[in-house]
């Protein structure tokens, strides 16, 4: 298969652990004979440092026209968080999701078995959790109408969502379900919010499309205890942008580190992947981020397009670096490698499957493996 991506590695960390990404990606393309065409573009901070413009017509128009988009990080704290107008690099992100149509946020939640003494929750809550959070993701509270008033001193945003809306991202929850343990909760405020009372209409509307799936529903307050008490509960969670955006990334901190959580967001023809963290602009440079949830971010893509024995090897890739304790230091504060050295180990690992003899702690740590 030939795929060309669109690489927009973005700010702060994104750099490198897109480099990892890719790293995977070639390795696969290496072993399953196929051609990963990769071309870079600017967004974000970086792009309104050498453009003027957090999402540059180029950029655009290159994502525009490939096959798929994999994302690093935006973000950079010199431009504060003033995200109303192109003047705020998170704001070209927005304006991609917008314009590639890309409504649906994708974030699985499955704890490798070799993190769950890292997560903070007691080792009984995380053992078997297994869930996916389904975000609409470009309506809603970011994309309404934003008003402030001549003194500064009064200010709203609207929410709103069409029945339209609703109705995409909800079939493709209820798909998930069915492929997977058959329960869906929706997340909503309908209890004070008439924009969720139509989610709970249209939602359990569809719901009749799918009698095999158990529909419950959550206010979002509750969905943020239970997802933190009782997570195994969960299947399929369905939400909108605001509600789903909070609780996946508190959601986060089951795996032990946000630098674990890869993402998907899909629309009618296009589809990016991103890793869930942020930019960490504090740890650019410094080969320290966790590439984990870049490198995962590759798997969904090549799962996106069907290659799903690929996206299982990077997946057994991670598992085995786990394994063999070659991890940043967000999950051993001990550790002697970094960024760089854990993404040669899951690309050395997907181009030697049955042979680890050649690693060793000193030459990896040296940044003397395979792939360079």
Not at 208 to 231: E, G, M
Request: aromatic share 8%; charged share 25%; net charge negative.
């Amino acid at each position: 298969m030939n795929l060309k991506v669109a690489v927009l590695s973005g700010d702060g960390i994104g750099p490198e652990v897109i480099l990892q990404a890719k790293k995977a990606l070639y390795a696969v393309g290496v072993v399953y004979e196929h051609d990963f065409i990769f071309e870079d573009a600017l967004i974000g901070a970086v792009a309104l440092d050498k453009t003027g413009s957090s999402l540059p017509e180029q950029t655009l128009n290159l994502c525009l026209n490939t096959d798929a988009v994999l994302l690093g990080a935006i973000g950079d704290p010199k431009y504060g968080v003033d995200t109303a107008s192109d003047s705020g690099p998170e704001n070209g992100l927005l304006k991609l999701r917008k314009e590639l149509g890309l409504f649906a946020n994708i974030r699985p939640l499955k704890p490798f078995k070799g993190l769950l003494d890292v997560s903070p929750l007691k080792r009984e809550i995380v053992e078997g959790v297994d869930f996916v959070i389904y975000r609409e993701l470009t309506a809603g509270i970011y994309f309404g109408e934003k008003k402030l008033n001549a003194s500064g001193t009064v200010a709203s945003d609207l929410c709103e969502y069409s029945e339209d809306e609703i109705t995409r991202i909800a079939h493709l929850a209820f798909q998930s379900a069915q492929k997977r343990r058959k329960k869906l909760t929706l997340v909503d405020m309908a209890n004070v919010l008439e924009s969720s009372r139509l989610w709970r209409k249209v939602v359990k509307k569809i719901s009749t499309d799918y009698p095999d799936v158990v529909l419950d529903f959550l206010f979002a307050d509750n969905a943020a205890k239970q997802i933190i008490s009782n997570p195994k509960q969960f299947d399929v969670i369905l939400t909108g942008n605001l509600f789903g955006d909070m609780l996946s990334d508190e959601a986060s901190v089951i795996t032990g580190s946000i630098g674990v959580l890869p993402s998907a967001s899909l629309g009618g023809k296009n589809a990016l992947f991103e890793p869930v963290h942020g930019s960490y602009p504090h740890a650019k440079g410094r080969n320290i981020a966790n590439p984990f949830a870049a490198i995962l971010s590759a798997a969904m893509l090549l799962e996106h397009f069907g290659l799903t024995e690929e996206a299982k090897k990077i997946y057994e890739g991670v598992e085995k670096a786990i394994e063999y304790n070659v991890v940043t230091i967000d999950l051993n504060s001990d550790t002697k490698f970094g960024t760089n050295e854990v993404g040669e180990f899951v690309s050395n690992f997907i181009l030697n499957k049955d042979d680890l003899m050649y690693f060793n702690n000193d030459n990896v740590h040296l940044g003397q493996s395979t792939i360079v």
